[in-house]
Every structure is written in structure tokens, then in C-alpha cells.
């Protein structure tokens, strides 16, 4: 692998994880609502594992090139956006900030992880990155075959994107836990920005449908 690339490809990884998105906001959620932020984290860095995957068995290309998949994956994934956002949004009036809450159930950690999960696989946007931006720093005349290099690269971002969103998740409850109507907007923003990310995403797709029935 050219260390040149890998090292250009730190750098891009580290600039689109730190780019405030879903991701964030979900962590931010986790970190304000969460006695543990740890299944938030594990469940968004596990969805970009299965991308990983795809990518690296070659299976994430097949499927973008098949006609109108991304675009019924955009659709769901902007559903799945919504329901999310609508239920942080529905939740911000009576949710307890407290630093000393109880211990979250292992039921909850594990929906919070599936949650988490599903936010990151059914994104679009990371299957794009993982099949038009990550090939571009493979080496196809490197010593190690192409699909482990991807699974290096891939492993990479999803290291990166875990340092980045734990240290989101911390940060909200250290500086926002002591200020329940502070948490309370955070929380209700971060609901308010999955709720607009879906919308855009949906409207993306729909507009277009719309348009074609109407001549």
C-alpha cells in the first residue's frame, strides 16, 4: 500500500468523520440520554464494518450498479432518518439528563446499539464513500491483493469515525449534563437534523418520481 495514499487517506477520513451529520447527532443523543454511550458508538462504527465488508468482497459496487437499488436504499434510508428523528423530537420534553441515572437495561443497550447500526448501514452516503472514495487510495500493483487493502482502509475509517464519535458522545455529557435546557436543545436539534437530513433525502428521490408521471 502507497504510504503516501494511506496517509491522504487519513486525512480525508478524519475531515468527513469530524463533519458534524447524523452520526453526530445520534451520538450527541446517546451521550445526553444514555448511562453508557457505548452501544451508540459500536452499533454506528459496526453498520461501516458491513459496508467494509461489501466493499471488500467486491459486493458494494455490485450493488450500486444495479439500476434504482440506491435509490430505493436512499428512500428507506430516509424513512428509517425520519422515524428517528421523530422519535429524539417526541422524547426531548421528559428525558432525564442526569449524570447519575440508572443503569440502562441490557434490552435498551442492545436497541440502542441495533439503533446505532441501522443509522450508519442503511446511510447511502456511506456506501457511496466506501465504493467512489475509498477505491481511489487502493494500489492495484501493491504487494497485499486489493480486497485486503480496502478492508485496511475501511477498518481505518471506522477507527477513525469511533475515536471521533466517542470523544462527540463524551463531550455532550461532560459540558451538557449539568444544564438540563441546555441538553434539552441539544437534543431536540439533534432531532431536528435527522429529521432534515431525511426529508432532503426522501425529497431527492421523490421529486424526480413525481416529475416523470406528470409530463
Known amino acids: 500500500m502507497n504510504p503516501q495514499l494511506f496517509v491522504a487517506f487519513l486525512l480525508v477520513s478524519a475531515s468527513l468523520a469530524c463533519t458534524p451529520g447524523v452520526d453526530w447527532a445520534y451520538s450527541i443523543s446517546a451521550g445526553l440520554r444514555q448511562r ?21 468482497a467486491g459486493l458494494a459496487a455490485l450493488l450500486a450498479g444495479v439500476p434504482g437499488l440506491l435509490g ?14 421523530v422519535g429524539t423530537i417526541r422524547s426531548w420534553r421528559g428525558a432525564s439528563f442526569s449524570a447519575e441515572a440508572g443503569v440502562v437495561p441490557s434490552r435498551t443497550q442492545l436497541r440502542t446499539f441495533l439503533t446505532g447500526m441501522g443509522t450508519s448501514g442503511i446511510n447511502p452516503k ?25 478492508g485496511v482502509l475501511g477498518l ?3 477507527a477513525l469515525a469511533g475515536l471521533v464519535y466517542t470523544v462527540v458522545a463524551l463531550a455532550s455529557r461532560r459540558l451538557l449534563a449539568s444544564r438540563p435546557g441546555a441538553a434539552r436543545v441539544v437534543t431536540l436539534t439533534s ?15 421523490l421529486v424526480p418520481l413525481l416529475g416523470q408521471g406528470h409530463p
Open 126 to 150: 456511506g456506501l457511496l464513500f466506501f465504493v467512489a472514495l475509498v477505491p481511489q487510495f487502493v494500489t492495484p500493483d501493491a504487494a497485499l491483493p486489493v480486497p485486503v487493502q480496502s
Open 156 to 158: 481505518t475509517f471506522v
Open 72 to 85: 430505493w436504499l436512499t428512500i428507506a434510508g430516509a424513512a428509517y432518518l425520519l422515524w428517528l428523528g
Open 191 to 205: 432531532g431536528i437534523i435527522m429529521v432534515g437530513l431525511g426529508t432532503v433525502l426522501l425529497s431527492e428521490q
Open 36 to 56: 453508557s454511550f457505548v452501544p451508540a458508538v459500536a452499533g454506528l462504527c459496526s453498520g461501516y464494518v458491513v459496508h467494509t465488508l461489501l466493499m471488500a
